[in-house]
């Protein structure tokens, strides 16, 4: 056996085979497969809860002949703000699927409806106003923060900037 015919053994080895295919092969793809798996069990768990809140919610109106009118419809009303707050969770969800990113807004947005439904459940049933003033602050904190996020957003500080360059806009 020659020295060349040696060499082309070697290479041809299965080991060497498997080591050059699996160091070919993006490790990122894989977790980016398996991060999108997960989220797709993530939103059709999400869907069944939504469903089942909206059920959930139809079942609470026969609270109107049995209770207090104002009672049924607190709770009807407290249980439709929570189904906003899990849409607004779900369409987070679904946006880093679409684009592979969370964009801040869409956070913010689920944390404000999520802490206004908290203020009018509180409101309902008479919570102390350090509370309110407690929730009324971390509103005006989440606004403040959605207002800063859309203004300074990269994408369209990017987007702003192509605008301003004469001959790059096609519209």
């Known amino acids: 056996m020659t020295q060349s015919t040696m060499e082309q053994t070697l290479t041809n080895s299965w080991p060497k085979r498997f080591r050059i295919m699996f160091t070919n092969y993006d490790i ?7 991060t999108r798996f997960i989220l797709s069990l993530l939103t059709l768990t999400i869907l069944v809860g939504l469903a ?3 059920v959930k919610t139809f ?3 026969r609270l109107l002949l049995s209770a207090n009118v104002e009672v049924a419809l607190r709770q009807v009303l407290v249980d439709t703000l929570t189904l906003l707050a899990v849409v607004e969770v779900l369409k987070t ?15 913010i947005d689920t944390v404000l409806v999520v802490m206004l439904t908290e203020v009018i459940s509180r409101w309902f049933t008479g919570g102390d106003w350090q509370q309110f003033a407690i929730l009324g602050g971390i509103l005006i904190t989440l606004g ?9 957003s ?4 990017t987007s702003t900037q192509q605008g301003n360059q004469p001959g790059l806009a096609f519209l």
């Open 28 to 34: 990122a793809c894989a977790l980016e497969a398996g």
């Open 52 to 54: 089942g809140g909206v």
């Open 59 to 61: 079942l609470d109106l």
């Open 93 to 107: 969800t679904r946006a880093y699927c679409s684009d592979g990113r969370v964009r801040v807004t869409f956070i």
């Open 144 to 152: 403040l923060m959605r207002i800063v996020a859309v203004r300074y």
């Open 154 to 157: 990269p994408t369209q500080a």
